[in-house]
C-alpha cells in the first residue's frame, strides 16, 4: 500500500506544474511567504503578481482593456504589459530580459522583476529564495506543443464561441437520437473552460443553455478592432448515408489583404489535424451568422452524427475532450501568429 502511496507522489510530482520552492519577504516583515505557483520557462522562473505583491505590500490592478498590470506604487505606479519587454515607472522605463506572461490564466512576471527591479525603483529590501534554483523545463503547459506558441502574449480582444441550433431547433439528429444542440453547447464549454484557462482574452458563448438563438445574435459586438476578434460557430452534420464523414470550415470569401479568416482556419486545422481527430476542407461561402460579422469568422462542420465512427468522438467525452483542446491550440496558434506579424507590443499609458 504505502509502495503504491509513493507511487502516486511519485508520479503526482512529475505533472504537477507547480512546485512551492519560492521563499519571500520584506526585510522588517516577520513571515516569509510561500510562492505557490513558480513556473519555469525559457531558463526564466516566473512568479504571479497576484501572489508575489501581497507579500511586498503592494496592490496591483490589471487593466483587461488596456492589457495593462498597475502597480500601486509610490509615488508613481509601476506599468506592465503581458508580452512587452518594457516596465514603465512614471516616466522612465527600463527593459526586462523576459516579458511577462499569462501562466493559467494568471499573469506572470520574471524573477528579476522581484529580485532586480522592485528593490531598486522602490527602495525595498526583499528577502527572496528561490529553493529550487536550478532551471528545469517542466512540462505543465496545457499547449506545451513542439512549436510552443504559449510563450508570445495574444492579441485578441474577444473570442466568440457559438454553439449551433438551440432550443426548438435540434440541428442535425443521429439515428441514436444524439442532438447537434447538446454537442455543440458541450464541446462550446469545454472550449470556453480551456481558453479561459490561458487568459487569452474575454470569451463570449452566444448561448450556455438549451435555447434558440437569433441569427443577429450569433455574432459579438466587436471589442478593439475587428482583427483582435474572431467568431468559432460550431456544428455537426448528417446525411442519408452512414459513409458520408469529414470535417468542412466554412468562411466568407477573401475581404481583406490579410484574409484572417483562412489563416484562422489554416490554424484550426492545422491543430485538428495534429490532434488526428480530423481533416477539414475549406470552402469559402456567404453564410449566417459569418457574414454577420466584421472580423475573422470561422463556421466548424466537425463532422457526421450519421457516420458511426465520427459519431463516437463527436459524441464522447474524451472525443470532445480532444476536439476542444485541438480548436483551443488552433486558436492560440493562430494569435500567436499574429502577434509576430505585428512587433512588440507596447506599453502605452
Ligand atoms: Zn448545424
Known amino acids: 500500500m504505502i509502495r503504491i502511496i509513493c507511487f502516486l507522489f511519485f508520479l503526482f510530482g512529475i505533472v504537477n506544474p507547480v512546485a512551492a520552492v519560492v521563499e ?29 505583491l501581497p507579500a511586498l505590500q503592494l496592490i496591483g490592478v490589471w487593466d483587461g482593456a488596456k492589457r495593462l498590470y498597475w502597480i500601486n506604487a509610490k509615488p508613481d505606479a509601476i506599468l506592465l504589459a503581458p508580452g512587452s519587454h518594457k516596465l514603465r515607472y512614471g516616466k522612465s522605463s527600463l527593459t526586462l530580459q523576459q516579458a511577462p506572461r499569462f501562466f493559467a490564466g494568471e ?59 438551440g432550443g426548438d431547433d435540434p440541428g442535425a439528429i443521429s439515428p441514436e437520437g444524439v442532438k447537434e444542440k447538446d454537442l455543440t453547447l458541450e464541446l462550446a464549454r469545454r472550449l470556453e473552460k480551456i481558453l479561459k484557462m490561458e487568459g487569452l482574452a ?30 468559432l460557430s460550431l456544428h455537426v452534420s448528417a446525411w442519408k448515408s452512414s459513409q458520408t464523414h469529414g470535417c468542412t470550415l466554412y468562411f466568407l470569401p477573401e475581404r481583406d489583404n490579410e484574409d484572417n479568416s483562412f489563416l484562422l482556419a489554416q490554424s484550426l486545422d ?34 457526421y452524427l450519421t457516420n458511426p465512427e465520427e459519431l463516437s468522438l463527436l459524441a464522447s467525452s474524451d472525443g470532445q475532450e ?28
Do not use: W
Open 24 to 52: 519571500m519577504r520584506l526585510a522588517d516583515a516577520k513571515d516569509s511567504v510561500l510562492i505557490r505557483s513558480v513556473y519555469h520557462r525559457d531558463d526564466t522562473v516566473f512568479l504571479p503578481l497576484r501572489e508575489i
Open 107 to 165: 499573469l506572470c512576471v520574471p524573477e528579476e522583476v522581484v529580485t532586480t527591479h522592485l528593490p531598486r525603483l522602490l527602495g525595498l529590501k526583499i528577502i527572496y529564495n528561490n529553493h529550487d534554483a536550478v532551471d528545469r523545463p517542466k512540462k505543465h503547459f496545457l499547449f506545451n506543443e513542439e512549436n510552443d506558441s504559449s510563450a508570445l502574449p495574444l492579441p485578441l480582444q474577444q473570442i466568440v464561441i457559438d454553439p449551433g441550433h
Open 202 to 231: 474575454p470569451i463570449r458563448l452566444t448561448r450556455d443553455g438549451d435555447y434558440a438563438v437569433s441569427q443577429s445574435r450569433r455574432t459579438g459586438e466587436v471589442h478593439g478592432t475587428a482583427a483582435e476578434n474572431i467568431l
Open 270 to 303: 492545422a491543430a485538428l489535424q495534429a490532434a488526428g481527430v480530423a481533416d477539414c476542407s475549406f470552402e469559402r461561402v456567404i453564410l449566417s451568422p459569418l457574414n454577420r460579422t466584421s472580423f475573422p469568422a470561422i463556421l466548424l462542420e466537425l463532422g
Open 322 to 349: 480532444r476536439i476542444a483542446r485541438a480548436l483551443a491550440l488552433g486558436v492560440k496558434n493562430y494569435a500567436a501568429n499574429r502577434l509576430r506579424r505585428t512587433t512588440d507590443v507596447p506599453v502605452t499609458q
